[in-house]
């Protein structure tokens, strides 16, 4: 007779999320990544051939085409991947992502973007379903500006039953900024951290 194998159930494993960060190209994702990472992050930025101009960013030399990943641990009982995917159409391939339980979701877009709107609408739907695991993280946004972000937003929000409290004025460059804007995400209290 076979005897059965006695299975060992983890405990005390830390609790593990994936955070990734969706948006349109120039919005700060890869900049973001590098900010909260605690680990050096793979990134897969490569220089951009066509010319910045097009994409509406005449300083931005570079764009994603793959995964970013990075690491960040908040707490001693918290891990969390990092997941950069690229914001244009030709890599949506790299756009898919699991809707598993431990995602949630960074949309970063441009307040100085004159589409913010049309961004918007067209990133939400990707998210069908995960709206609730889903914060809003406007980048170039000068501090007066956000309430007129959010103004520019309302209408993609209220269709698609996102609160405007889950748009969050965030500089991409600021590891404090970044991690607020994550912690709101993950629903983690900024104190505890």
Known sequence: MKQKRT????VGL?????????????????????????????????????????LGDDEKKTTTVGLDYGAWKPTAELSVAL???PGQDRFAHAQRYSSMPDA????????DHADIATDAATWIPRF?????????????CADD???????SLSEV????????????????RDRDSVERVA???????????
Do not use: M, Q
């Open 7 to 10: 299975r060992w159930r983890r």
């Open 83 to 85: 997941i950069g995917v």
């Open 145 to 151: 500006a956000l309430e007129a972000a959010r103004g």
């Open 128 to 140: 069908a379903g995960d709206e609730h695991r889903l914060v809003i993280a406007v980048s170039h």
């Open 104 to 111: 949630r979701f960074l949309l970063w877009l441009r307040a």
């Open 14 to 54: 830390p609790n593990r999320y994936r955070l990734v960060f969706a948006g349109p190209v120039g919005a700060g994702k890869t900049t973001a990544v590098r900010a909260l990472s605690d680990v050096s992050p793979v990134d897969t930025d490569v220089p951009i051939s066509a010319g910045s101009d097009e």
């Open 183 to 193: 912690c709101v995400a993950l629903d983690l209290p900024e104190k505890d951290l």
């Open 157 to 172: 929000l209220d269709r698609h039953g996102i609160p405007v409290d889950r748009v969050i004025a965030a500089d991409a």
